[in-house]
């Protein structure tokens, strides 16, 4: 069983940038990120697929965050630029299928990591 650690989140300034991490034990999957604010529902963010050759994004994410894989370590990053009060949420790391496509339709993702604070302060 695949087992996700992140690392990364914290506190923010608007406008400020942080990186997230997502190191998977093992596994050949596609990997991304959701996110999930207070009373909101779980939004997806971004997803890489297993090769790293190929993306996608959610709306919010578009343009200002940028996803990104080191093939030898199995670890997804989540360069997070330009950043609001908005994007304030637990950040979670998930793995799932091989291609984005897989990753964002299948119902349900092989593992979930333990989820990571990112605040952004006004």
């Known amino acids: 069983q695949v087992r996700l650690v992140e690392s990364g989140g914290g506190l923010v300034q608007t406008g400020g940038s942080l990186r997230l991490s997502c190191a998977a034990s093992g596994g050949r999957y596609a990997m991304g990120w959701f996110r999930q604010a207070p009373g909101k529902e779980r939004e997806f963010v971004a997803v890489i697929n297993w090769s790293g050759t190929s993306t996608y994004y959610g709306d919010s994410a578009k343009g200002r965050f940028a996803i990104s894989k080191d093939y030898a370590k199995n670890t997804v990053y989540l360069q997070m630029n330009s950043l609001k009060p908005d994007d304030t949420a637990v950040y979670y790391c998930?793995?799932?299928?091989?291609?984005?496509?897989?990753?964002?339709?299948?119902?349900?993702?092989?593992?979930w990591g333990q989820g990571t604070q990112v605040t952004v302060s006004a």
């Open positions: 998930a793995a799932g299928g091989q291609s984005t496509t897989d990753f964002v339709q299948t119902p349900s993702l092989t593992a």
